[in-house]
């Protein structure tokens, strides 16, 4: 329970994660059904780039700060640079916006929120960066358990699992809750992020998800998996994507890919179909 995600914000992953997330998010909005977003493993909501976790680890710098640098950049990558630059009131990016404060400025009338931090620490900070605002709630408990029970009633749903993966069980964790929520509701829409250290471990977790229907995979390799101690890129694992996502993340990827990546490749593709 030590994980901080203040070292990590704003790092290539954060960027490859939240672009998806605001990409999935606008389809699933675009078809007009109120929507309910569970976010599994919230982290704080806001971090400040500013502060000593962020400078010590570095990883904002060859994240967000060249986001708001590059020209060029397709569509979905801009759209994460436009909620970076507003929360910043400008290009200087010393705030940057975890996946709780993303969804919660964007939700309409009707739309909800429930959002799991399990760290009273982070959660304590999540409720400053979120609580209060009309259909959010923040809940002290574990995501993997809880997501599952929010699947019944009306409106759309999206549900983000975005655990540390610093303990061994948060792979079969994930995809045991994709299960349980998909069981309880069919149509969900559910993104899982991952780190890609080495490729046993990853396949490892699509065979373990294989079988959860149609699964879309989003892979960014910033250099060849030659280091399982590094990460060494990220993939999104998603079943029940909306149309069109695919095109938005192959747009995230390669831009990641290719600007942020020593050598990088990546690759969008159709597990299970
Ligand atoms: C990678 S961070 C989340 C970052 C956040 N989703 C974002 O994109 O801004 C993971 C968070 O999950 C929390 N956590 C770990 N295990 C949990 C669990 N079982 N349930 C809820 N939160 C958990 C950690 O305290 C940490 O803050």
Not at 153 to 178: C, K
Not at 216 to 237: I, K, S, Y
Request: aromatic share 6%; with cysteine; proline share 5%.
């Amino acid at each position: 329970m030590n994980y901080s995600h203040a070292f990590h914000a704003g790092n290539f992953a954060d960027l490859v994660k939240h672009a998806g997330l605001l990409a999935v998010l606008s389809r699933l909005q675009a078809r007009g059904d109120r929507i309910r977003v569970v976010d599994t493993h919230g982290g704080r909501g806001l971090y400040d780039l500013s502060a000593p976790e962020a400078r010590r680890s570095a990883e904002a710098e060859r994240g967000v700060a060249r986001l708001t640098e590059a020209a060029g950049a397709p569509a979905p990558i801009r759209v994460l640079r436009e909620a970076v630059r507003a929360l910043n009131g400008g290009p200087d990016a010393r705030l940057y916006p975890g996946s709780p404060r993303l969804v919660a400025d964007r939700l309409r009338s009707g739309d909800s929120l429930v959002v799991f931090e399990f760290n009273p620490r982070e959660a304590t900070a999540l409720v400053a960066a979120v609580g209060g605002r009309a259909g959010v709630e923040v809940r002290g408990a574990d995501g993997y358990e809880g997501a599952a029970g929010l699947m019944a009633g009306e409106g759309a749903r999206l549900v983000l699992i975005d655990p540390p993966f610093e303990r061994g069980d948060d792979y079969a964790r994930s995809a045991g809750a994709l299960r349980r929520i998909l069981a309880a509701r069919a149509d969900a829409t559910v993104m899982i992020w991952l780190p890609l250290k080495d490729l046993e471990t990853f396949d490892a977790f699509l065979r373990d998800a294989e079988g959860c229907g149609d699964l879309l995979v989003a892979e960014v390799r910033l250099r060849p998996l030659r280091d399982p101690l590094r990460m060494n890129g990220c993939a999104l694992v998603i079943a029940g994507a909306p149309p069109g996502l695919d095109s938005d993340l192959e747009d995230i990827c390669r831009w990641t890919a290719e600007t942020l990546g020593e050598g990088g490749t990546s690759r969008v593709w159709r597990l299970g179909c």
